[in-house]
């Protein structure tokens, strides 16, 4: 499992390079939503968005509880 340090870095990396080509026709909103699915299936390791932020650990009920909604 990663630490919640490297769950930041992902996103933090996510969003310096969102002016991409591909990120570019994409929100930010919606590309971190695409790296918490990512880290998700890849990893095991779930986040779920709390504030600014959507590198917040979570349990995989409660990642799965958010993406119904």
């Known amino acids: 499992m990663m630490t919640s340090k490297e769950i930041d870095v992902v996103f933090e990396i996510t969003a310096m390079i969102h002016n991409d080509k591909w990120f570019k026709k994409k929100s ?3 590309v971190q939503a695409w790296v918490a699915e990512q880290l998700a299936k890849s990893t095991e390791n779930y986040t779920v968005p709390c504030g600014a932020s959507w590198a917040v650990l979570t349990s995989k ?7 119904k909604q």
């Open 28 to 30: 930010l909103e919606e």
């Open 61 to 67: 009920e409660k990642y799965d509880e958010y993406k």
